[in-house]
């Protein structure tokens, strides 16, 4: 069989794609047969990793993309590195705990939720990113449709879930009773990333239900790190070198928040 055939049938796109370059390469570079071979490999095993990632960073519908290495540490001190340098090793998602980012607009939540999705895509994790607003929707539309237990399902999938702002409206009964089912799949079994502006004190209240509240808390929590921010907006923060802005600005950057960056973890 010729060599073309062969890449064909084993599907060795990314090699075959670049065969003649390899091979010039080689020549030049003097590569032994093993030498050569290991470069051969690599280049289809790099390109089946781009792609794969590539798709698990589409299917994770992220609002947009921003790594660790863009967040201005020295702008948020509040934020404990080393915690977040630990997230980052993804222990957390092997583990299957939860990270808790909770703090005012604009202090850097869903970047850094973002961020902690992004390195689990590049682990190979399958990741997925939705506003609680959306997945309350979601979910509703689910039950609606007969299909709740299915969508309650595939939502247990993802290795890490990130739910983005929770606290900017208030639930219903209901509503809580659906967010509860889906925590409760979760549970042990993979990890959340949940953003608010609510400190857990609040959490009754978002709920409409204090017994509901403390159901859930009590899932998330359990093997859990909580980062509670507390800071200026960053979005702010040119405006108010600017003297735009005066400090603080909204009723929400008041919102006064539980104790400082915790890892929490109750075994
Ligand atoms: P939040 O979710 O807490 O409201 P965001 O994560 O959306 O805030 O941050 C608002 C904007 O500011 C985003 O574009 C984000 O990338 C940027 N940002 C926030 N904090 C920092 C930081 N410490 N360093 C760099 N960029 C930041
Ligand atoms: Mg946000």
Redesign the pocket.
């Known amino acids: 069989m010729a060599l073309e055939q062969l890449l064909n049938r084993l599907k060795m796109d990314h090699l075959q794609a670049s065969l003649d370059s390899l091979c010039e390469h080689a020549s030049k570079q003097d590569l032994n047969y093993r030498e050569f071979l290991e470069q051969a490999l690599l280049q289809e095993w790099g390109g089946r990793h781009q792609k794969g990632l590539e798709s698990r960073l589409k299917q994770a519908r992220l609002p947009?993309i921003?790594t660790l290495e863009?967040?201005?540490?020295s702008?948020?001190p509040s934020i404990d590195h080393k915690i977040v340098r630990e997230l980052a090793g993804l222990g957390f998602v092997e583990r299957g705990e939860n990270v808790v980012?909770l703090?005012?607009?604009?202090?850097?939540?869903?970047?850094?939720?973002?961020a902690l999705a992004v390195k689990a895509a590049e682990a190979g994790h399958r990741v997925l990113f939705m506003t609680l607003d959306r997945l309350v929707s979601t979910l509703l539309r689910a039950r609606q449709e007969n299909r709740l237990d299915r969508q309650l399902q595939q939502l247990t999938y993802p290795k890490v879930l990130v739910l983005?702002?929770m606290g900017y409206l208030p639930m219903t009964r209901e509503e809580a009773s659906l967010f509860f089912r889906l925590i409760n799949r979760r549970y042990e079994r993979a990890s959340t990333i949940l953003?608010s502006?609510k400190s857990f004190m609040d959490w009754g209240e978002i709920f409409g239900d204090q017994v509901i509240a403390t159901a859930i808390l009590d899932r998330l929590l359990h093997h859990s790190t909580t980062l509670n921010?507390k800071g200026e907006?960053?979005?702010l923060k040119d405006k108010r070198r600017a003297g735009l802005v005066t400090t603080p600005t909204t009723k929400e950057e008041e919102t006064s928040l539980a104790p400082d960056s915790v890892p929490m973890s109750s075994d």
Not at 103 to 114: E, I, N, Q, Y
Request: proline share 7%; charged share 20%; glycine share 10%.
């Open positions: 947009w921003k863009q967040f201005d540490f702008f948020q980012l703090g005012p607009p604009g202090v850097g939540k869903t970047h850094l939720a973002v983005d702002e953003t502006n921010i907006s960053y979005r």
